[in-house]
């Protein structure tokens, strides 16, 4: 079983950032898979001409278009904090999660006031989700706040790329279990995650539409376990999931080596590709990282125990007696 790092590090190899309007793309794909999971009918077909070419698909809800259309500009917004190595902060949140709800947002009236989900406003009332509730809404502007906190203090400290992804992952889970607005929580939880990835410059995770059940079943297990262990086993399978996507659809893209090329230079097994002044080397990939993934199984399977970097928060309503666990 293959880990993810090594993944990563064969898909960054590729060098796809490179290749003309894939990161485009690559965002339109984000946006479609994260929008159908909130019940957008937009397959990633037509949410890529909308984007690319302001094409409105016929026969679809105008409202499912500009849910598309917001999300795109919010992951944009999202990244470009990433890329800017901004602070996360109740504001930056409140940000993101205007975006994404800028056309399809309304007011909602409440005993304490109106709240305008178009701004990104905390909510002022109780939710209550697939069977269960979330923290009271006087809490919520603390536990943000606490919330960010931790995640500056893990972003100025030195982070292996595996701590890099499970804090991804964490800020996704926490966020998204505080449920801080009316609307919009799960797609602002998930282009935080994004943002933190591509501070730390490795690629987007990617929550696919047809997992959809079990990533709310994730979630769910996660809560009443008190443990991140299967909400990080969930994401762990959707990142190895896009990765070997995408390196498989590279790999498939490109010639094949003729028999002969292959037998005389010894080429057989994976290959990687090297830019050099002399034009362009083809050579076996190093076996530099052998018995990695045997020494990464054994080190998440020692006790039966989650990592260090277990990073947890209970969801009762018995926050003030609660600490983050990271």
């Known amino acids: 079983m293959r880990s993810i790092e090594s993944y990563i590090e064969e898909y960054k190899k590729l060098n796809l950032q490179d290749v003309v309007d894939y990161d485009k793309f690559n965002e339109y794909s984000i946006t479609a898979h994260s929008t159908q999971i909130e019940g957008s009918t937009l397959t990633q077909e037509e949410a890529a001409l909308l984007l690319n070419e302001g094409i409105t698909p016929k ?162 297990v996660s809560r009443r376990e008190e443990s991140l262990k299967p909400f990080k086993a969930f994401m762990d399978s959707q990142y190895i999931k896009y990765l070997k996507e995408q390196i498989d659809l590279f790999k498939s893209q490109n010639k094949k080596l003729p028999k002969s090329l292959i037998e005389r230079h010894d080429l057989s097994g994976d290959l990687e590709l090297v830019d050099t002044d002399d034009g362009l080397l083809i050579k076996p990939i190093s076996e530099s990282r052998s018995g990695w993934d045997e020494a990464f199984i054994k080190a998440n399977m020692e006790d039966g125990q989650d990592d260090d970097f277990s990073d947890f928060l209970s969801v009762s309503e018995d926050f003030d007696n609660e600490e983050w666990e990271w």
């Open 59 to 220: 026969g679809k809800p105008l409202e499912h278009s500009l849910m598309v259309k917001d999300h795109h500009e919010a992951l944009r917004f999202s990244l470009q904090l990433g890329k800017n190595k901004a602070s996360v902060t109740l504001k930056s949140i409140c940000d993101i999660n205007a975006a994404v709800m800028k056309s399809t947002g309304q007011i909602y009236n409440t005993a304490l006031g109106s709240v305008d989900s178009t701004k990104g406003e905390l909510r002022k009332g109780a939710v209550f989700v697939q069977k269960r509730y979330f923290p009271s809404h006087d809490k919520v502007p603390n536990l943000i706040e606490s919330l960010c906190s931790r995640i500056n203090e893990k972003l100025d400290s030195s982070l292996t790329l595996r701590e890099q992804i499970s804090l991804s992952y964490s800020v996704h889970f926490n966020l998204v279990s505080i449920h801080s607005h009316y609307d919009g929580n799960g797609r602002t939880s998930r282009l935080l995650m994004n943002q933190l990835q591509s501070r730390f410059d490795i690629p987007l995770s990617v929550v696919y539409k047809e997992d959809k059940q079990d990533y709310f079943n994730a979630l769910e």
